[in-house]
């Protein structure tokens, strides 16, 4: 009677070759997977303090005219 999946590998098998020689490939897919992970989580916390920074300047503008606002010349005659 075959044990199958429960024997273990033995050292010299193919299986065993193989399975050493994907251990690299999955660790190198999985950093990648990871570092790429880390650098979707920086652009979204970017784009979240900007979008923070937004809402806080729509109640609280950075930019403020130096002087009195006025309409462009060609646009003042059409209110008039």
Avoid: H, Y
Wanted: positive net charge.
């Amino acid at each position: 009677m075959s044990q199958g999946r429960n024997e273990p590998l033995a050292a010299g098998s193919a299986e065993a070759l193989a399975a050493r020689k994907a251990e690299p490939a999955e660790t190198q897919r999985l950093r990648r997977e990871v570092k790429r992970l880390e650098d979707e989580v920086e652009i979204l916390r970017t784009a979240a303090a900007c979008f923070a920074q937004g809402i806080a300047g729509a109640r609280s503008p950075v930019w403020q005219p130096s002087g009195p606002t006025r309409p462009f010349r060609r646009w003042a005659a059409w209110g008039a």
